[in-house]
T-cell receptor, first 116, second 115 residues
Framework: DARVTQTPRHKVTEMGQEVTMRCQPILGHNTVFWYRQTMMQGLELLAY????????DSGMPKDRFSAEMPDATLATLKIQPSEPRDSAVYFCASGLVVSGDNTEAFFGQGTRLTVV | AQKVTQAQTEISVVEKEDVTLDCVYETRDTTYYLFWYKQPPSGELVFLIR??????QNEISGRYSWNFQKSTSSFNFTITASQVVDSAVYFC????????????FGKGTKLTVNP
C-alpha cells in the first residue's frame, strides 16, 4: 500500500532550536508539496517541487524556512531558528505529473510541531 | 486570485440524516480542478474526489455525491444516510492545474454525526 511517509510524527522543541521534518514521497511520484495547517490560517502551501526542482516557495518565510529534495525519495523542511508561531501541523504530499496525466495529491499523516 | 469558501464551519447531525456541505470557489482560470478531502480525527488528509472544469456531471460514489455547478461556482458534497464514521473535517480545494498542482483550500467544515 503506497503512502507518503513523514517523520517525526510529533516534535516538541524549544524556541531557537533547529527543526528538520522529513518526507518520503510515494515511489515514482515526481511532485512533492509542503503544506502547513493552523487553526487561524487553515491549510496553506509552503512550497512544492517537481522532479526535485522548486516550483513555488512563495508561501514560505525565507528567513527561517528552507525546503530541499536531496534525492527523489526524500524531501526535507527545515526551520532555523524555530519560533512559537511555527507551531502547526506540517503536511507533505506527493503526486505524479506526466504528459497527458496528472494524479491527485496524496498526503502524509503530518508532523505536529510544537515550539515552546 | 483563487479562493475557496466553505461557509459552514460546523455541522452536527444525527445518524442516518442526509447532510450537504457547501463549497463556493473563485477563479479567473477557464481550466481548473476541484477537490474534496476528508480529515478524520486521526489527522491525515484523505482524497475523496477530483472534478475538472469541463465536466459538470454530478458524481455518486456509494453514500457520497457531488454537485458541480459552474453557473453558481459551487461544488457541493452530500452524504446520504450519514454514519458516525463520517465525522471529520471536510475540505474543498481548487487547483489551476491537475491534481498535482498546488491546491488552495477552504477553511473546512467540521461534521459531527451523533448516534
Amino acid at each position: 500500500d503506497a503512502r507518503v511517509t513523514q517523520t517525526p510524527r510529533h516534535k516538541v522543541t524549544e524556541m531557537g532550536q533547529e527543526v528538520t521534518m522529513r518526507c518520503q514521497p510515494i515511489l515514482g511520484h515526481n511532485t512533492v508539496f509542503w503544506y502547513r495547517q493552523t487553526m487561524m490560517q487553515g491549510l496553506e502551501l509552503l512550497a512544492y517541487f517537481r522532479n526535485r526542482a522548486p516550483l513555488d516557495d512563495s508561501g514560505m518565510p525565507k528567513d527561517r524556512f528552507s525546503a530541499e529534495m536531496p534525492d527523489a525519495t526524500l524531501a526535507t523542511l527545515k526551520i532555523q531558528p524555530s519560533e512559537p508561531r511555527d507551531s502547526a501541523v506540517y503536511f507533505c504530499a506527493s503526486g505524479l505529473v506526466v504528459s497527458g496525466d496528472n494524479t491527485e495529491a496524496f498526503f502524509g499523516q503530518g508532523t505536529r510541531l510544537t515550539v515552546v | 486570485a483563487q479562493k475557496v469558501t466553505q461557509a459552514q464551519t460546523e455541522i452536527s447531525v444525527v445518524e442516518k440524516e442526509d447532510v450537504t456541505l457547501d463549497c463556493v470557489y473563485e477563479t479567473r482560470d477557464t481550466t481548473y480542478y476541484l477537490f474534496w478531502y476528508k480529515q478524520p480525527p486521526s489527522g491525515e488528509l484523505v482524497f475523496l474526489i477530483r472534478r475538472n472544469s469541463f465536466d459538470e456531471q454530478n458524481e455518486i460514489s456509494g453514500r457520497y455525491s457531488w454537485n458541480f455547478q459552474k453557473s453558481t461556482s459551487s461544488f457541493n458534497f452530500t452524504i446520504t444516510a450519514s454514519q458516525v464514521v463520517d465525522s471529520a473535517v471536510y475540505f474543498c480545494a481548487l487547483s489551476e492545474g491537475g491534481g498535482s498542482e498546488k491546491l488552495v483550500f477552504g477553511k473546512g467544515t467540521k461534521l459531527t454525526v451523533n448516534p
